[in-house]
């Protein structure tokens, strides 16, 4: 494809999301007009995008769309290169699956809910997503990342009826300031460094810039993105907003809006600043390990099944920066082979995150809208009543635990190959520091699947917990096309592992200026690599025919083993009791409990047994039990923090006396000191 | 082509008939040390017979994934067997997977059974499922170190370098940092097959029991499967850690002498390493569910210790 035909697809693509959030507004009494007016331009908007950012990844070719523009000083200008159109096409391909699932999730809303404000600001959240990722200077990355921000924040707080709800909101609010404004700085004084506030200018303005200014500015960046990314320990936004949001948003932002944290971090680290020092990427690497074990503890004890969901991106927001620490450092030894291996597994990673944790979101959303709740102790049995949504949760389920044969398996397989290659340095300190962190690795993926096996088990298994859960209902088909177009990428993602590699190679030469896809495809596109002639292999598609060969086989021994076995269904054993319930059923928190002991000493957890009983405690009436664990970072970071903001500011507040005059007073001195200041500079 | 699936086929039989066998020896050698006369090397064979010929009672609670779980478990673990080396260096699916396809493959059917541990709506079979994922998550991480241990000193994470790599230098296995590994497997192992200190293999509606609350619904072929499946598990992992680090008679070649050759070899380091498991059972009580942690943690240790040995020494 060409230049032109390029620029015209992915402005035609923001053009038709915009369409889509003015339709909501125009037509918003017309609910049934709007919700399908407004998804169809959304999922074809998204089809355009998508197809622009493929083309622009094929064929690794740049291209610079600028639009004249008189109003707002704002330079309009997009660069598409590899690196931005891979998170636009990841932003396209899920966005289209969540506008078709919207399709029929907002028939679901109240009644007295604005459909057309929600297609609004979900439209807005589009572009300002895709703005973000291809914005070509700073000016109109910051707007576009203020944008964002604000779009996702009246999705949040969409049912604001409820307490929970605002006070999520607004912590996201606050949250998202506290990091844009970290970014302000970096970018204010990067760009003054630079002269310009052009992003192609960055890089070379970087090469002369002292080690310290470039550590200031890298620190400066990781803060404000790592809030984005959901990083420990700015993630505290995270897991409670997206439950917060109804559930296809949740879907976007923890696909999406969380990638746009790492797209930074990536920008500046194989971008902007150059060449890293060690630290850097010693320091992702912790960082990203520290919240990818943490992101898995805290989702294992979760009972609110999307904000269990959420602390599961945390989690895989670790296992990305993981990689992208390891490639920084590789980069840092100069050693461009593993650097490439590395950045491989994190784009590889990102993207099936993108796919299954979407899934993931939109399943669930479409259970808590069958079962009228979050809690999965109320859940259950749901395989019966929702056998395809059940279907796409266990896809998603498997895809996230890192088994194989779906995607999941493959970016971790390369991520482990990654780490080990980092035992090769020279540094004595790196050699031991890569395994560690792959073993650390290993114990996030057993504890996700731990975590899953709840979800699922709990969730979906057995018998209904609840009345809600007895009458649960199918969703709407096209929630279920959405949910299964994801579900099938997750297969298709894992199996064609190899095909899609190739893919990355435009972005890995981009960042790193080395190829992969030569290295780690062999025999002829079946076999998977480590990079090295003799390491490791393995083939993700020749072990799923294996696998399924394998699987029937004793299936058709038995079968042609003619013998009359007769096939019963009779109750579960309950050891005597009359008949099994609901009540006998292990619940989510007693299939925490071992590792919530294990754990003790860093969940701390509190329990509150009341008793109350009138002849002997052996015959309560009634009891009142209470357990729960203690937030650490809400209790020793951020209440200390904000207490003390508030103590400062009330302080502050002496000035503010309430008197035009003295107002008056501060306007002429804060004006003659900037004189001054001007007048010396 | 036609290599690979002859290979695949011989090493799928062995491996079908192997795996009961060892669970027989283990039985008898355990019975005859605590003078009892056990029940024979062949009984696993005749259960598993007998299973397969019965009729099955499923629970009116369970999903498809209660009859999809003895497939799955069955399915990983024969295909897990397939890319290991047994007799032959050359293991005939090696290129398709190496250590970490197999771990996550045995990782995938344990998902699968502990969901049809819940399937069922018993709290047993919630328990067993509680705690075997709680278990095999505080085991990866020891074992991935052993593991990569031994990858790195090979320089690769594919079975068939790990034990070519082994047999080119015979007395590897003398080096601190491969003791350590082994040592550190080797807790793995016993928490990886249900073992005593761990889980008692032999306990059938206690409140101590790990996977066999997980089985406790299953009846006639699935039970039949699982345990198949199990036992073949259990092979897999011995066979992992008999070869790697004791790659003696393992045969460069597929021909039938050095193959029968390999057998008679590969027998007998499983013979030893069931020794060494059967002593363990029986000098040892079962530990609390709590208590299991530290064990792993020992093991974890073990081979951080291994790991870092081997650039000291």
Same mark, same amino acid.
């Given at each position: 494809?060409?230049?032109?035909?390029?620029?015209?697809a992915f402005?035609?693509g923001m053009?038709l999301y915009?369409?889509a959030?003015?339709?909501?507004?125009?037509?918003?009494?017309?609910?049934?007009?709007?919700?399908?007016?407004?998804?169809?331009?959304a999922a074809l908007g998204a089809v355009l995008e998508g197809v622009a950012s493929f083309?622009v990844i094929?064929?690794?070719?740049?291209?610079?769309?600028?639009?004249?523009?008189?109003?707002?000083?704002?330079?309009?200008?997009f660069?598409l290169?590899p690196l931005s159109c891979y998170f636009n096409l990841a932003l396209a391909v899920v966005g289209l699956a969540i506008s078709i699932y919207s399709?029929?999730?907002?028939?679901?809303?109240?009644?007295?809910?604005?459909?057309?404000?929600?297609?609004?600001?979900y439209s807005l959240l589009l572009i300002s997503l895709t703005a973000v990722f291809t914005a070509?200077?700073?000016?109109?990355?910051?707007?576009a990342w203020?944008l964002m921000?604000?779009a996702a924040?009246?999705l949040?707080?969409?049912?604001?009826?409820?307490?929970?709800?605002?006070?999520?909101?607004?912590?996201?609010?606050?949250?998202?300031?506290?990091?844009?404004?970290?970014?302000?700085?970096?970018?204010?004084?990067?760009?003054?460094?630079?002269?310009?506030?052009?992003?192609?200018?960055?890089?070379?303005?970087?090469?002369?810039?002292?080690?310290?200014?470039?550590?200031?500015?890298?620190?400066?960046?990781?803060?404000?993105?790592?809030?984005k990314?959901?990083?420990?320990?700015?993630?505290?936004?995270?897991?409670?907003?997206?439950?917060?949001?109804?559930?296809n948003v949740?879907a976007l932002m923890s696909a999406i809006l969380i990638k746009t944290g790492i797209y930074g971090?990536l920008?500046?680290?194989?971008?902007?600043?150059?060449?890293?020092?060690?630290?850097?990427?010693?320091?992702?690497?912790?960082?990203?390990?520290?919240?990818?074990?943490?992101?898995?503890?805290?989702?294992?004890?979760?009972?609110?099944?999307?904000?269990?969901?959420?602390?599961?991106?945390?989690?895989?927001?670790?296992?990305?920066?993981?990689?992208?620490?390891?490639?920084?450092?590789?980069?840092?030894?100069?050693?461009?082979?593993?650097?490439?291996?590395?950045?491989?597994?994190?784009l590889?990673?990102i993207f099936n995150h993108a796919v299954?944790k979407s899934l993931?979101f939109?399943?669930?959303?479409?259970?808590?809208?069958?079962?009228?709740?979050?809690?999965?102790?109320?859940?259950?049995?749901?395989?019966?009543?929702?056998?395809?949504?059940?279907?796409?949760?266990?896809?998603?389920?498997?895809?996230?635990?890192?088994?194989?044969?779906?995607?999941?398996?493959?970016?971790?397989?390369?991520?482990?190959?990654?780490?080990?290659?980092?035992?090769?340095?020279?540094? *004595?300190?790196?050699?031991?520091?890569?395994?560690?962190?792959? $073993?650390? !690795? %290993?114990?996030? +993926?057993?504890? &996700? /699947?731990? #975590?899953?096996?709840?979800?699922?088990?709990?969730?979906?298994?057995?018998?209904?917990?609840? *009345?809600?859960?007895?009458?649960?209902?199918?969703?709407?088909? $096209?929630? !279920? %096309?959405g949910? +299964?177009a994801l &579900? /099938?990428l #997750?297969?298709?993602?894992?199996?064609?592992?190899?095909?899609?590699?190739?893919?990355?190679?435009?972005l890995?030469?981009?960042?790193?200026?080395?190829?992969? $896809?030569?290295?780690?495809?062999?025999?002829?596109?079946?076999?998977?690599?480590?990079?090295?002639?003799?390491?490791?292999?393995?083939?993700?598609?020749?072990?799923?025919?294996?696998?399924?060969?394998?699987?029937?086989?004793?299936?058709?021994?038995?079968?042609?083993?003619?013998?009359?076995?007769?096939?019963?269904?009779?109750?579960?054993?309950?050891?005597?009791?009359?008949?099994?319930?609901?009540?006998?059923?292990?619940?989510?928190?007693?299939?925490?409990?071992?590792?919530?002991?294990?754990?003790?000493?860093?969940?701390?957890?509190?329990?509150?047994?009341?008793?109350?009983?009138?002849?002997?405690?052996?015959?309560?009436?009634?009891?009142?039990?209470?357990?729960?664990?203690?937030?650490?970072?809400?209790?020793?970071?951020?209440?200390?923090?904000?207490?003390?903001?508030?103590?400062?500011?009330?302080?502050?507040?002496?000035?503010?006396?309430?008197?035009?005059?003295?107002?008056?007073?501060?306007?002429?001195?804060?004006?003659?000191?900037?004189?001054?200041?001007?007048?010396?500079? | 082509?036609?290599?690979?699936?002859?290979?695949?086929?011989?090493?799928?039989?062995?491996?079908?008939?192997?795996?009961?066998?060892?669970?027989?020896?283990?039985?008898?050698?355990?019975?005859?040390?605590?003078?009892?006369?056990?029940?024979?090397?062949?009984?696993?064979?005749?259960?598993?017979?007998?299973?397969?010929?019965?009729?099955?009672?499923?629970?009116?609670?369970?999903?498809?994934?209660?009859?999809?779980?003895?497939?799955?478990?069955?399915?990983?673990?024969?295909?897990?067997?397939?890319?290991?080396?047994?007799?032959?260096?050359?293991?005939?699916?090696?290129?398709?997977?190496?250590?970490?396809?197999?771990?996550?493959?045995?990782?995938?059917?344990?998902?699968?059974?502990?969901?049809?541990?819940?399937?069922?709506?018993?709290?047993?079979?919630?328990?067993?499922?509680?705690?075997?994922?709680?278990?095999?998550?505080?085991?990866?991480?020891?074992?991935?170190?052993?593991?990569?241990?031994?990858?790195?000193?090979?320089?690769?994470?594919?079975?068939?370098?790990?034990?070519?790599?082994?047999?080119?230098?015979?007395?590897?296995?003398?080096?601190?940092?491969?003791?350590?590994?082994?040592?550190?497997?080797?807790?793995?192992?016993?928490?990886?097959?249900?073992?005593?200190?761990?889980?008692?293999?032999?306990?059938?509606?206690?409140?101590?029991?790990?996977?066999?609350?997980?089985?406790?619904?299953?009846?006639?072929?699935?039970?039949?499967?699982?345990?198949?499946?199990?036992?073949?598990?259990?092979?897999?992992?011995?066979?992992?850690?008999?070869?790697?680090?004791?790659?003696?008679?393992?045969?460069?070649?597929?021909?039938?002498?050095?193959?029968?050759?390999?057998?008679?070899?590969?027998?007998?380091?499983?013979?030893?390493?069931?020794?060494?498991?059967?002593?363990?059972?029986?000098?040892?009580?079962?530990?609390?569910?709590?208590?299991?942690?530290?064990?792993?943690?020992?093991?974890?240790?073990?081979?951080?210790?291994?790991?870092?040995?081997?650039?000291?020494?």
């Amino acid at each position: 494809m060409n230049q032109i035909p390029i620029s015209q697809a992915f402005l035609g693509g923001m053009i038709l999301y915009a369409a889509a959030g003015l339709i909501g507004l125009i037509a918003a009494r017309q609910r049934n007009l709007v919700r399908i007016a407004a998804c169809a331009l959304a999922a074809l908007g998204a089809v355009l995008e998508g197809v622009a950012s493929f083309a622009v990844i094929k064929d690794a070719h740049e291209t610079i769309i600028s639009i004249p523009s008189g109003a707002f000083f704002l330079p309009y200008t997009f660069r598409l290169d590899p690196l931005s159109c891979y998170f636009n096409l990841a932003l396209a391909v899920v966005g289209l699956a969540i506008s078709i699932y919207s399709f029929g999730y907002l028939k679901s809303f109240d009644s007295q809910k604005p459909v057309g404000v929600f297609c609004f600001f979900y439209s807005l959240l589009l572009i300002s997503l895709t703005a973000v990722f291809t914005a070509a200077n700073a000016v109109l990355f910051l707007v576009a990342w203020e944008l964002m921000a604000l779009a996702a924040y009246f999705l949040v707080s969409f049912d604001h009826e409820k307490d929970e709800t605002r006070r999520a909101g607004i912590l996201f609010f606050i949250m998202s300031h506290a990091g844009t404004g970290a970014l302000l700085v970096a970018f204010l004084l990067l760009g003054t460094w630079a002269g310009s506030f052009d992003f192609s200018a960055f890089h070379v303005a970087s090469q002369t810039l002292t080690p310290l200014q470039r550590g200031s500015l890298f620190l400066l960046f990781f803060l404000g993105f790592g809030v984005k990314a959901g990083m420990i320990p700015v993630h505290v936004w995270l897991p409670a907003a997206h439950p917060a949001a109804p559930s296809n948003v949740s879907a976007l932002m923890s696909a999406i809006l969380i990638k746009t944290g790492i797209y930074g971090i990536l920008r500046i680290a194989f971008d902007f600043l150059g060449i890293p020092p060690l630290w850097w990427g010693l320091l992702v690497l912790a960082a990203g390990t520290v919240s990818a074990i943490l992101g898995v503890l805290y989702a294992l004890i979760e009972p609110d099944l999307k904000r269990m969901l959420a602390y599961s991106t945390i989690e895989n927001a670790g296992i990305i920066l993981m990689t992208l620490g390891g490639a920084m450092v590789f980069r840092s030894y100069d050693r461009p082979f593993l650097a490439a291996i590395a950045l491989a597994a994190c784009l590889f990673h990102i993207f099936n995150h993108a796919v299954f944790k979407s899934l993931l979101f939109l399943s669930a959303g479409a259970v808590v809208h069958a079962t009228e709740t979050r809690n999965m102790e109320r859940m259950g049995g749901l395989i019966r009543r929702m056998p395809l949504t059940a279907l796409c949760f266990l896809v998603g389920a498997i895809a996230i635990s890192g088994l194989p044969p779906l995607n999941g398996f493959v970016s971790e397989w390369l991520s482990y190959q990654a780490l080990l290659g980092g035992f090769g340095s020279t540094l *004595s300190l790196t050699r031991i520091v890569f395994p560690i962190a792959g $073993s650390l !690795l %290993a114990l996030t +993926g057993a504890l &996700a /699947a731990a #975590c899953f096996v709840r979800a699922f088990g709990i969730g979906f298994l057995a018998l209904p917990r609840s *009345s809600q859960a007895t009458h649960a209902h199918e969703a709407h088909p $096209s929630m !279920l %096309a959405g949910m +299964g177009a994801l &579900a /099938a990428l #997750c297969i298709a993602l894992g199996l064609g592992a190899t095909l899609w590699l190739p893919l990355l190679d435009p972005l890995v030469v981009q960042l790193v200026n080395n190829k992969v $896809s030569s290295n780690l495809v062999l025999a002829g596109g079946l076999v998977l690599s480590s990079g090295s002639p003799k390491g490791g292999t393995v083939a993700p598609a020749v072990l799923a025919g294996l696998l399924v060969l394998l699987t029937l086989l004793p299936g058709l021994l038995l079968a042609f083993w003619r013998r009359r076995r007769r096939t019963v269904s009779g109750p579960t054993w309950d050891c005597g009791l009359p008949g099994l319930t609901e009540d006998n059923e292990y619940t989510a928190t007693a299939f925490s409990k071992p590792l919530r002991m294990i754990f003790a000493a860093f969940y701390q957890p509190r329990r509150e047994i009341q008793t109350e009983f009138e002849v002997s405690a052996y015959y309560p009436t009634s009891i009142r039990f209470e357990s729960g664990v203690e937030p650490a970072f809400e209790t020793h970071l951020y209440t200390p923090l904000k207490d003390r903001i508030l103590a400062r500011a009330s302080r502050l507040r002496t000035i503010q006396a309430g008197s035009i005059h003295a107002y008056l007073a501060y306007i002429f001195i804060t004006l003659v000191v900037l004189l001054l200041f001007g007048v010396r500079s | 082509m036609i290599e690979v699936l002859v290979k695949s086929v011989i090493q799928l039989i062995l491996l079908l008939l192997v795996a009961p066998l060892v669970t027989g020896i283990i039985r008898t050698l355990k019975a005859r040390l605590q003078t009892r006369r056990g029940p024979g090397i062949g009984q696993p064979y005749r259960d598993l017979f007998k299973l397969l010929r019965k009729g099955m009672v499923i629970p009116n609670t369970a999903s498809w994934i209660f009859s999809a779980t003895p497939y799955i478990v069955f399915g990983t673990a024969a295909l897990v067997g397939l890319m290991i080396p047994m007799t032959a260096t050359d293991a005939p699916l090696s290129l398709f997977g190496g250590v970490l396809a197999v771990v996550y493959l045995l990782a995938l059917g344990r998902f699968f059974l502990a969901l049809g541990g819940l399937d069922t709506g018993s709290s047993f079979g919630g328990l067993g499922s509680s705690r075997e994922m709680t278990i095999s998550a505080i085991a990866e991480p020891a074992m991935m170190l052993a593991i990569f241990t031994v990858a790195l000193s090979a320089n690769s994470t594919n079975l068939s370098e790990m034990a070519r790599s082994a047999v080119s230098q015979s007395w590897r296995f003398l080096a601190p940092s491969q003791i350590l590994a082994f040592s550190g497997l080797f807790i793995v192992l016993i928490a990886e097959t249900g073992r005593i200190p761990v889980d008692n293999p032999a306990t059938h509606l206690e409140l101590t029991m790990i996977h066999e609350a997980m089985l406790l619904e299953y009846s006639g072929p699935y039970l039949a499967l699982i345990e198949w499946g199990a036992s073949i598990k259990q092979l897999v992992l011995m066979t992992l850690l008999v070869n790697t680090f004791f790659p003696f008679g393992l045969s460069s070649s597929w021909m039938v002498s050095g193959l029968s050759l390999g057998l008679v070899f590969y027998l007998l380091k499983l013979l030893l390493l069931a020794c060494c498991i059967v002593l363990v059972e029986t000098t040892n009580a079962k530990l609390r569910l709590f208590r299991v942690p530290e064990l792993l943690a020992v093991a974890f240790i073990l081979g951080a210790l291994a790991l870092i040995s081997t650039f000291l020494f």
